[in-house]
């Protein structure tokens, strides 16, 4: 069992900037990829970025890409999203989760966090 817990969320105004933080409970974190995902009331969570567990192989969303990165430290058990140039509509919760298998695809997650709030003013 993997317990993610999420912080760093936040207000920011658009063009602003903030990162937050995934702390995993896990033995062998360095065991899992790890994913960002992101969900907005009345729609579907969102695969936002992820990152294997050597941190050697990368993925984004479209939309986020160049503004985005995802990057982690498996001494602290920690994976982050860094957010530069936040729009309106990156509002979200934002959502961490864990896998033993493939990192890009977002069905394959097993664990996830609570959730941080983002919130982006126009």
């Known amino acids: 069992q993997v317990q993610l817990v999420e912080s760093g969320g936040g207000l920011v105004q658009a063009g602003g900037s903030l990162r937050l933080s995934c702390v995993a409970s896990?033995?062998?974190?360095?065991?899992?990829?790890m994913g960002w995902f992101r969900q907005t009331p009345g729609k579907e969570r969102e695969f936002v970025a992820a990152i294997n567990r050597r941190g050697d192989s990368i993925y984004y969303v479209d939309s986020v890409k160049g503004r985005f990165t995802i990057s982690r430290d498996n001494a602290k058990n920690t994976v982050y999203l860094r957010m530069n140039s936040l729009k309106p509509e990156d509002t979200a919760i934002y959502y961490c989760a864990a896998t033993w298998r493939d990192p890009a695809n977002r069905l394959d997650y097993d664990y996830w966090g609570r959730g941080a709030q983002v919130t982006v003013s126009s």
């Open positions: 896990a033995r062998a974190f360095s065991n899992y990829n």
